[in-house]
């Protein structure tokens, strides 16, 4: 039987409890270990790494796929903007780890999927910019209800009939589970939008046109078992170690 396409999921790091332990961790919520395996998939966990950011290949050799997860805000000088008050703790070596990866990842054509915070640090590597407090750009709360919760922030997401989007989702408007305050302004360039909020029109689906998989979504995928996108990274991250084994023979 072939080897599980290999996942690549970037860790966070934060404060973190258990047991007796009080101190800082690279962590990831089970939710997207587990949606990588339900869809045929082996998650490796990548930590945050300085000899990485130079050197990201030694990483990505290693992987099939990556995957950019949610967690804290991307540091605004990261896209030339100075801090908002409302931007909440961001990790700048985390923030360098990601970003050189998934430049690198492109660069490689190994394919690509960012969730909620993880499209946001994907079209900052492309050079656009994000909204710091949404509600301060549209005047309500509907991305974000309650911290900690998907409860009361579902909406619908309208994708581009067509689009990788449309195809990973499979539907063109789609029902999305929501816990983000901040998004995209200006898009990056090279990335087209292929999904917006039906509630206020913020971007929530970017890519890259042509045969490449590089997604990004702004909805939490891995917290809805019906949801079809992770497995869409799984597949692509299959068919592209398939092809580069049989580049190699």
Not at 14 to 21: C, D, F, H
Not at 28 to 39: G, I, Q
Not at 191 to 211: F, H, M
Request: proline share 6%.
């Amino acid at each position: 039987m072939a080897s599980r396409p290999v996942i690549g999921v970037c860790t966070a790091l934060e404060r973190a409890q258990w047991s007796v332990w009080d101190q800082r961790a690279a962590l990831l919520p089970t939710n997207y270990l587990d949606a990588v395996r339900r869809a045929g998939g082996m998650a490796l966990m990548l930590a945050p790494d300085p000899a990485l950011v130079a050197a990201p290949d030694e990483a990505l050799d290693l992987i099939d796929g990556l995957m950019l997860v949610g967690g804290a805000d991307i540091d605004p000088s990261t896209y030339g903007a100075a801090l908002d008050p409302a931007t909440v703790d961001p990790v700048p070596e985390r923030d360098a780890f990601e970003l050189a990866l998934v430049r690198r990842a492109i660069e490689r054509g190994i394919p690509v999927l960012g969730i909620c915070r993880g499209m946001q640090l994907l079209n900052v590597a492309f050079g656009g910019t994000l909204h710091q407090h949404l509600p301060e750009r549209f005047g309500h709360h509907d991305h974000l209800k309650a911290r900690g919760s998907f409860d009361g922030a579902d909406h619908e997401v309208r994708l581009t009939p067509g689009s990788l989007a449309a195809r990973a989702a499979g539907e063109e408007l789609h029902g999305t589970k929501s816990h983000h305050h901040q998004g995209v302004d200006r898009v990056g360039e090279g990335l087209t939008v292929t999904g917006v909020a039906t509630i206020d029109g913020l971007t929530e689906a970017l890519e890259i046109p042509g045969e490449q998989f590089v997604l990004g979504v702004q909805w939490h995928p891995e917290a809805d078992e019906r949801s079809r996108v992770i497995g869409g990274l799984v597949d692509a991250a299959r068919a592209h170690r398939d092809a580069a084994a049989a580049a190699r023979a």
